[in-house]
């Protein structure tokens, strides 16, 4: 397993609020996710002759440049009174894992969903994007969409929405893999694209 386990605390409690309907009656939700993490399953399976890993240093998880937020609209006025909902990220973690010639990537992502003016309680679909790019040649190496549930309550006026990605393999590089590819999430407009290349600074 990578020695980037992911963002802490924080995320653990947005997405045990998503995911706890994963664990059965009285199952810790914290460690509901853990395992969905190190197993991809709610519960650890029985214990088995363990497989030969790599240690990786997992690359960053980042908000594509103006898709953090996303809004729906009532009809064609775009303005303030007209919103529907408006869906915002919170937390975001990753997970890397590497196995013979494939580097397989997780993406923990948490949120919000705010009702407008125009709006109300109901159930939604939270359009999300997952981006794997290449380093080299800024191009993607993967490219996950995602329709995450989430529902207002009756009398409420807001709700979070969570989301653990199915493993995404692409080919391993190097031990340093966060040199050879960045993790990028934002919401879906129906065009999701590798971000411009930035310059940022190394995180562990």
């Known amino acids: 397993m990578s020695r980037n386990a992911g963002m802490g605390g924080a995320l653990v409690v947005a997405l045990a609020m998503g ?5 059965g009656k009285g199952e810790d939700a914290g460690n ?3 395992n969905i993490f190190a197993y991809n ?3 650890a399976p029985p214990i088995a002759q ?18 953090a937020a996303y809004r729906i609209y009532a009809g064609s006025d775009k303005t303030n009174t007209a919103v529907k909902q408006q869906y915002s990220m919170g937390e975001l ?16 992502i948490s949120g919000y969903v705010q009702a407008g003016p125009a709006g109300g309680p109901g159930s939604f679909d939270v359009p999300v994007s997952v981006i794997v790019r290449r380093e080299a040649d800024q191009q993607p190496a993967a490219i996950k969409t995602y329709r995450i549930a989430a529902t ?15 493993p995404i393999a692409v080919p391993y ?10 993790i990028y999430v934002g919401f879906d407009d129906g065009k999701p694209e590798a971000p ?9």
């Not at 995911?19 to 664990?23: I, Q, R, S, T, V």
């Not at 363990?50 to 898709?67: A, F, H, N, Y």
């Open 173 to 182: 590089i190097h031990e340093e893999a966060d040199d050879d590819y960045s």
């Open 19 to 23: 995911l706890g309907g994963c664990a």
């Open 41 to 43: 399953s709610t519960k």
């Open 50 to 67: 363990s497989r030969k890993t790599i240690d990786v240093v997992c690359p960053v998880v980042q908000v594509v440049d103006g898709k």
């Open 93 to 108: 973690s990753r997970d890397c894992s590497a196995e013979d010639a494939n580097l397989t990537i997780r993406v923990g």
């Open 152 to 166: 207002i309550a009756p009398g409420e006026t807001s709700t979070t929405f969570a989301l653990v990605t199915e």
């Open 32 to 34: 509901a996710l853990g």
């Open 196 to 204: 411009r290349k930035i310059t940022r600074k190394r995180q562990r």
